[in-house]
Structures are given as structure tokens and as C-alpha cells.
């Protein structure tokens, strides 16, 4: 199957600062979709980007998409303790049904 | 966690025990998602189910039964053929199978086996 890999694998970073993780992916898709989950919780959609858009904003939320890189970005701005959190990207191939995710960009913030 | 809920949120098993985790969702959508999360790793889909009285086998599905009997409820079991089943479990649904669906997750069950 198809998969998403974040990077970086982990992120500390202080309150106010940005944070950009990374997202590559190996065939085409429809959409990326990026995920926040909580430490032992359930996953919850943040952004959806679909293939033949290049950026896309959501409050403090910017995600971009390069399909000639097969990657996308997604950068939380003026970074908060309560964003603290792991963050996957998720895909959907032409051909699936159901979302691939990569292994989550853990990131944490410092007041 | 939307309308889905997941139970127990705790479940401890013995080695050779079957047991049932619940998943139901009052969000009237058509598809269910089994999931499994192990520590540092990202989603693998156990099962998955795109409308009532149907169900897909998805990449990790020997060990696991489902049913979807009703729309709402899509249980998962998880056998004692299933070698390594210590693991974080998330059900999701989506409005379809459709491929720009937003999937909603619930709350996730942490099984254990002793």
C-alpha cells in the first residue's frame, strides 16, 4: 500500500513559534488530508487539500501541496502548548477507499 | 470525537480469548473503519465496511472478524488466531467511501492482552 511518511518524526519547538512538518507520499492521489491526535485519543481532521490545489489556509493552519514532489506541508503558526499533539497525513490513491496514513510528526510545544 | 463512540475504552484479555470491541456512530453515515495503532506507528486498517451487510478485508485483517448488521454498529473482534493484538483501536466512519471523504474517529479502545 501506498503510505504517507511525515518529517520530522518529532518536533520541540516554543510557544509563538512556527512549526512545519512534512509529508511525502509515492503515487498519485485525489486528496491529502492532514489529522491532529491527541496523546491517546482519536484522530481529528484538520485540512483537506485536493490534488489540483497548491495551498490551502485554516485559522492558523497553511497547508501546501507539491504533486510533482509527490509532498506536502502542512505549518501550524504562532504555536500554542494545546497544539502540542501528533499530526499524520493521510491519502487517498485513485484506485482506494479508504485513507493510507503515514507514522505521525510528534510535536511539542513549550510554554 | 464526533458522534462515534468506542467501548471499552479499556480492555484486558487473557491469551486465547476472543473478545468484542464496540463501535457506534449516529453521524447517518454509509462507512465504518477498523483501525489499528501501535506504539510510534501510524493507522493500519483492519476492516472496513461501505454500506450495511458488506464488509472489505483491509491490510492487517487475519485475526479479525467484523459485522455490520446495522448501519450505526460495526464490531470488531478480535480472535485468538490474531498473534500480536496489544494495540490501540480506532473505528471511523465516513459519510461514503467516496474518495474525498473526511473520516471521523472515535475516542479509540486500548486493548491488552495478559
Known amino acids: 500500500s501506498q503510505q504517507g511518511e511525515e518529517d520530522p518524526q518529532a518536533l520541540s519547538i516554543q510557544e509563538g513559534e512556527n512549526a512545519t512538518m512534512n509529508c511525502s507520499y509515492k503515487t498519485s492521489i485525489n486528496n491529502l488530508q492532514w489529522y491532529r491526535q491527541n496523546s491517546g485519543r482519536g484522530l481529528v481532521h484538520l485540512i483537506l487539500i485536493r490534488s489540483n490545489e497548491r495551498e490551502k489556509h485554516s485559522g492558523r493552519l497553511r497547508v501546501t501541496l507539491d504533486t510533482s514532489k509527490k509532498s506536502s506541508s502542512l505549518l501550524i503558526t504562532a504555536s500554542r502548548a494545546a497544539d502540542t499533539a501528533s499530526y499524520f497525513c493521510?491519502?487517498?490513491?485513485?484506485?482506494?477507499?479508504?485513507?493510507?496514513f503515514g507514522k505521525g510528526t510528534t510535536l511539542s510545544v513549550s510554554s | 470525537d464526533g458522534g462515534i463512540t468506542q467501548s471499552p475504552k479499556y480492555l484486558f484479555r487473557k491469551e486465547g480469548q476472543n473478545v468484542t470491541l464496540s463501535c457506534e456512530q449516529n453521524?447517518?453515515?454509509?462507512?465504518m473503519y477498523w483501525y489499528r495503532q501501535d506504539p510510534g506507528q501510524g493507522l493500519r486498517l483492519i476492516y472496513y465496511s461501505q454500506i450495511v451487510n458488506d464488509f472489505q478485508k483491509g491490510d492487517i485483517a487475519e485475526g479479525y472478524s467484523v459485522s455490520r448488521e446495522k448501519k450505526e454498529s460495526f464490531p470488531l473482534t478480535v480472535t485468538s488466531a490474531q498473534k500480536n493484538p496489544t494495540a490501540f483501536y480506532l473505528c471511523a466512519s465516513s459519510i461514503s467511501s467516496g474518495l474525498t471523504d473526511t473520516q471521523y474517529f472515535g475516542p479509540g479502545t486500548r486493548l491488552t492482552v495478559l
Open positions: 453521524l447517518n453515515h454509509d462507512a
Open positions: 493521510a491519502t487517498v490513491s485513485q484506485a482506494g477507499t479508504a485513507l493510507i
